[in-house]
């Protein structure tokens, strides 16, 4: 059955009008949560880290995120003082196409568990490191301190991290993601007058993410800084 002239057109032709999209976000994401061995037992809110892992643990086996960064720590018996977030991304996408996803399980963890909102922490390794730079600059609003891990962003819009103080992490010897895209983020992020840190590894490789992760001094780190 074909449409009305009222139905199809919101004006009349050579006319403008102002319209309103309402729209529900849906989406499906599979996550794995730690809560630190205090939870519950204090009352206090906690502070948060997402963390997004690179492009080989995509899919539908959510047991595959625990292979590198807070996520394998924490299965491996760490006791650390974040609630943690480790959502794995769908096996034919990429961590900055997901931006619209990681922000409502964002809303969705705030929500649900005592969550510091002061300090909320994001962190990622190759795909994650670029996903990283995705979500930061997407909201960056949301969070108090991130820390990209041999990924790479948009230098253009770097101006929107100025803000939020920023610790990058890369291999000089990386022949997968160049460090170059760190570099150039960094520079990107001094020049808008953001506060930002660069570690460089002379020696390692692509992965740059396992002595990242093991220095407790990352965490030390994100917990000297919450939202103004």
């Given at each position: 059955?074909g ?9 009349e ?8 999209l ?9 996550y ?10 204090q009352?206090?809110?906690w ?5 997004l892992h690179?492009a ?5 086996d ?6 590198h960064g807070?996520a394998k720590?924490?299965?491996?018996g760490a006791?650390m003082?974040f609630?943690?977030?480790s ?8 961590w900055p196409q997901?931006t619209a996803a990681l922000?409502?399980l964002?809303?969705?963890?705030v ?7 002061q ?10 490191g ?6 930061a600059r ?6 108090a ?9 948009e230098p ?11 610790w ?9 993601v ?6 150039e ?8 007058g953001g ?6 590894y002379p020696q ?7 002595q990242?992760?093991?220095n407790p001094?990352l965490?030390k780190w994100f ?5 103004k």
């Open positions: 059955m449409c009305s002239s009222e139905q199809r057109y919101a004006a032709p050579g006319e403008q009008t102002v319209a309103k309402h729209t529900q976000l849906s989406v499906e994401m599979d794995l949560l730690y809560l630190p061995e205090d939870y519950g037992r009352n206090r809110q502070p948060l880290m997402m963390f690179g080989g643990e995509r899919g539908s959510v047991a595959r995120v625990t292979a807070p720590l924490v299965s491996q006791d003082e609630i943690i977030v959502p794995q991304c769908p096996a034919q996408s990429w997901e922000g409502a964002l809303d969705q963890i929500k649900k568990y005592d969550v510091d909102t300090r909320v922490y994001l962190t990622g390794l190759s795909m994650g670029f996903g990283t730079f995705a979500l997407t909201y960056p609003e949301r969070f301190a991130i820390a990209p891990i041999c990924g790479g962003g253009l819009l770097a101006s929107r991290l100025k803000d939020v103080p920023t990058v992490f890369h291999g000089e010897r990386d022949n997968i160049p460090i170059s895209r760190s570099r983020m960094v520079e990107a992020i001094k020049k808008a506060d930002v840190k660069f570690t460089v390692a490789d692509h992965n740059s993410w396992d990242t992760y093991d001094e965490y917990l000297s800084h919450s939202k």
